[in-house]
């Protein structure tokens, strides 16, 4: 297989691991935990993993000797730069511990775990995805581990296989269903561990103890590049307003790092929007203004960058949102005679079965907006926001306004715009050595857990903005990071979400900066990824954990 010269060079790069994993580890344990809300219920559902202890791994001398393991993994959910990397990790933790263990991978997601599809994980394999972006090692899948047929299909094949263990690298809700099945195996005596890995460009998996989800720093290293471009293009032809919609399904992390990183003229967070009720008119609004004034300035160009979840905060559109997916939900006699609604006229039909307010909203939207809002659904029946061109709608509502604007003589500049979405450009990239040392590391001390006869826990590496030797590397039960949620229509035991926080550092700071940057052309253009060269270039980390750890 032919491979770039960059990847020849970096398939060499030794990742770094924290000092408790370059040696033999011993285990320190805290104190029992508590899910961060909702204890009694949680205890109840996890009346086996609930309120283990913290543990740290500290270096040691000791050499106890190991059973011969045999260790599952699977991949869950969208790719994040670094995956391939925690599978090394995991591969020479286990190795290094016994070189008879065995590694298998999962093919294809949680669904490979369920159907029996797997290969063993050799290390001609492993060499070839060192350092490497992607998922293809194994593949990945959104099928979610749920139910309990599922566990015993997968117990059955774990048997098999010998698997005494069963790595799962995903995002909160695959670490919640991580947990679920811990415990069912723990229930049963399955001798099954499960062990959690935290994965999501969306970065909206962390708290206390888990500093960062991975891949957030790559992926948000890939936008703000391609950013940082744009804004040199859009300064140089002084013609151009670029609207840049950014991944992050819910969570507007990756908007708000890449706005850290780049200094946009506008960059909207959607859990301000929600916070302060904002509705789409008054957005628009907002945009307009700022293009308004930098017209002033006799700038007619800019960057607003929008994170793709934002239409779903906006109070209104959630209720027509939601209202929608009651309306077309799969199975129901009303999606049934949507289907056999004609084309032309099916914003029509929508419109009037929906609430008035909701009717209103709805038809204020542009034609294209509306009909995608009821076409594009994934398997649960939910609006696919990613395909939502959010950032198309902003820019037609704003050249509607300032068209508006520009007969009551109150603007007088020029509005071209162009849009973009950044999402899957980013998910694959090769990992920045943030990246490949934290999933290296995570990989390695998943291993470390699962051989030291853990179960129902999350890999953690803390202090990240350290140098990796002083990283401190350990297991945080995921009963800790739990509370109840309402999902589809059931209370639901799981992983909360982590948001922006508006009273967080990186927000705050971003408030404080925001509007001299909308005015000012203040641009900062970071440029690509360096996987060589001055440390303080190649290991810088995000600003928001800069800024969380500050
Ligand atoms: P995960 O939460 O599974 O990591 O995926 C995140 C994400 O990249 C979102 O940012 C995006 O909305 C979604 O995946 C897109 O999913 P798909 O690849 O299935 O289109």
Same mark, same amino acid.
């Given at each position: 297989m032919a491979i770039s010269a960059l990847q020849k060079e970096r398939a060499k790069y030794q990742p770094k691991l924290p000092k408790a994993l370059k040696s033999n580890v011993k285990i320190s344990e805290g104190k029992a935990t508590q899910s961060i809300a909702d204890q009694e219920d949680i205890q109840k559902l996890f *009346?086996?993993?609930? @309120?283990l202890p913290l543990i740290t791994f500290e270096p040691s001398d000791e050499i106890v000797p190991l059973p011969v393991m045999n260790v599952g993994v699977i991949l869950s959910g969208g790719q994040a730069p670094g995956g391939h990397n925690v599978i090394s990790g995991i591969f020479d933790g286990l190795k290094k511990l016994n070189p008879a263990n065995k590694l298998y991978g999962f093919l294809g997601g949680p669904g490979g775990f369920v159907d029996n599809k797997y290969m063993e994980l050799t290390a001609d394999i492993i060499d070839e995805y060192?350092? %490497?972006?992607?998922?293809?090692?194994?593949g990945s899948g959104r099928?979610? &581990?749920?139910?309990e047929s599922q566990f015993d299909t997968g117990l059955v094949n774990c048997i098999k296989l010998g698997i005494n263990a069963v790595v799962i690298i995903g995002g909160d809700d695959s670490n919640t269903n991580a947990c679920v099945l811990a415990e069912y195996y723990k229930r049963i005596n399955a001798g099954v561990q499960v062990v959690g890995c935290p994965k999501t460009i969306? @970065?909206? &998996?962390?708290n206390e103890m888990i500093e960062s989800s991975f891949g957030f720093d790559t992926a948000c290293k890939v936008y703000a590049e391609l950013i940082g471009n744009i804004m040199r293009d859009a300064n140089s032809a002084k013609k151009y307003w670029h609207f840049i919609k950014l991944m992050?399904? !819910? #969570? !507007?992390h990756i908007a708000l790092e890449c706005a850290l990183q780049t200094q946009p003229n506008v960059c909207l967070i959607s859990e301000e929007v929600a916070a302060k009720k904002q509705t789409l008119s008054e957005i628009v609004e907002y945009i307009a203004d700022v293009v308004s004034k930098r017209a002033e300035n006799g700038e007619n160009f800019g960057v607003a960058l929008i994170p793709e979840g934002v239409i779903e905060f906006i109070p209104e559109m959630k209720i027509l949102i939601s209202e929608l997916n009651e309306l077309l939900a799969e199975g129901t006699h009303t999606a049934q005679a949507f289907s056999h609604v004609k084309k032309s006229h099916r914003v029509d039909w929508v419109a009037e079965k929906l609430s008035p307010a909701s009717s209103v909203v709805f038809r204020s939207l542009p034609d294209g907006i509306a009909s995608q809002l009821t076409l594009d659904r994934d398997?649960?029946?939910? /609006?696919q926001v990613s395909k939502i061109e959010t950032e198309k709608l902003l820019i037609e509502m704003v050249e509607a306004e300032l068209t508006e604007r520009k007969l009551e003589k109150k603007f007088n500049g020029k509005f071209a715009a162009l849009n973009h979405f950044f999402g899957y450009e980013g998910r694959?990239?090769? *990992?920045s050595n943030f990246d490949a040392d934290y999933c290296y590391s995570l990989g390695y001390n998943a291993a470390a857990l699962v051989s030291n @006869?853990? %179960?129902?826990y999350m890999s953690s590496v803390r202090n %990240?903005? #350290?140098p990796a030797d002083e990283w401190i590397a350990g297991g945080v039960p995921? %009963? =800790? =990071?739990m509370n109840m949620e309402r999902r589809h229509g059931h209370m639901k035991p799981v992983i909360q979400k982590a948001l /922006?926080? &508006?009273?967080g550092k990186p927000f705050k700071f971003f408030a404080s900066k925001r509007d001299e940057w909308a005015v000012k052309t203040d641009f900062v253009y970071p440029g690509p990824i360096q996987y060589f060269g001055p440390t303080e270039v190649c290991d810088r980390v995000t600003e928001t954990l800069k800024l969380e750890n500050a």
């Amino acid at each position: 297989m032919a491979i770039s010269a960059l990847q020849k060079e970096r398939a060499k790069y030794q990742p770094k691991l924290p000092k408790a994993l370059k040696s033999n580890v011993k285990i320190s344990e805290g104190k029992a935990t508590q899910s961060i809300a909702d204890q009694e219920d949680i205890q109840k559902l996890f *009346p086996n993993t609930y @309120g283990l202890p913290l543990i740290t791994f500290e270096p040691s001398d000791e050499i106890v000797p190991l059973p011969v393991m045999n260790v599952g993994v699977i991949l869950s959910g969208g790719q994040a730069p670094g995956g391939h990397n925690v599978i090394s990790g995991i591969f020479d933790g286990l190795k290094k511990l016994n070189p008879a263990n065995k590694l298998y991978g999962f093919l294809g997601g949680p669904g490979g775990f369920v159907d029996n599809k797997y290969m063993e994980l050799t290390a001609d394999i492993i060499d070839e995805y060192r350092n %490497t972006g992607g998922f293809d090692i194994i593949g990945s899948g959104r099928t979610k &581990l749920e139910e309990e047929s599922q566990f015993d299909t997968g117990l059955v094949n774990c048997i098999k296989l010998g698997i005494n263990a069963v790595v799962i690298i995903g995002g909160d809700d695959s670490n919640t269903n991580a947990c679920v099945l811990a415990e069912y195996y723990k229930r049963i005596n399955a001798g099954v561990q499960v062990v959690g890995c935290p994965k999501t460009i969306d @970065g909206d &998996l962390k708290n206390e103890m888990i500093e960062s989800s991975f891949g957030f720093d790559t992926a948000c290293k890939v936008y703000a590049e391609l950013i940082g471009n744009i804004m040199r293009d859009a300064n140089s032809a002084k013609k151009y307003w670029h609207f840049i919609k950014l991944m992050g399904r !819910s #969570a !507007s992390h990756i908007a708000l790092e890449c706005a850290l990183q780049t200094q946009p003229n506008v960059c909207l967070i959607s859990e301000e929007v929600a916070a302060k009720k904002q509705t789409l008119s008054e957005i628009v609004e907002y945009i307009a203004d700022v293009v308004s004034k930098r017209a002033e300035n006799g700038e007619n160009f800019g960057v607003a960058l929008i994170p793709e979840g934002v239409i779903e905060f906006i109070p209104e559109m959630k209720i027509l949102i939601s209202e929608l997916n009651e309306l077309l939900a799969e199975g129901t006699h009303t999606a049934q005679a949507f289907s056999h609604v004609k084309k032309s006229h099916r914003v029509d039909w929508v419109a009037e079965k929906l609430s008035p307010a909701s009717s209103v909203v709805f038809r204020s939207l542009p034609d294209g907006i509306a009909s995608q809002l009821t076409l594009d659904r994934d398997p649960h029946g939910n /609006v696919q926001v990613s395909k939502i061109e959010t950032e198309k709608l902003l820019i037609e509502m704003v050249e509607a306004e300032l068209t508006e604007r520009k007969l009551e003589k109150k603007f007088n500049g020029k509005f071209a715009a162009l849009n973009h979405f950044f999402g899957y450009e980013g998910r694959c990239a090769a *990992p920045s050595n943030f990246d490949a040392d934290y999933c290296y590391s995570l990989g390695y001390n998943a291993a470390a857990l699962v051989s030291n @006869g853990k %179960t129902g826990y999350m890999s953690s590496v803390r202090n %990240t903005t #350290a140098p990796a030797d002083e990283w401190i590397a350990g297991g945080v039960p995921i %009963t =800790m =990071m739990m509370n109840m949620e309402r999902r589809h229509g059931h209370m639901k035991p799981v992983i909360q979400k982590a948001l /922006v926080e &508006l009273d967080g550092k990186p927000f705050k700071f971003f408030a404080s900066k925001r509007d001299e940057w909308a005015v000012k052309t203040d641009f900062v253009y970071p440029g690509p990824i360096q996987y060589f060269g001055p440390t303080e270039v190649c290991d810088r980390v995000t600003e928001t954990l800069k800024l969380e750890n500050a």
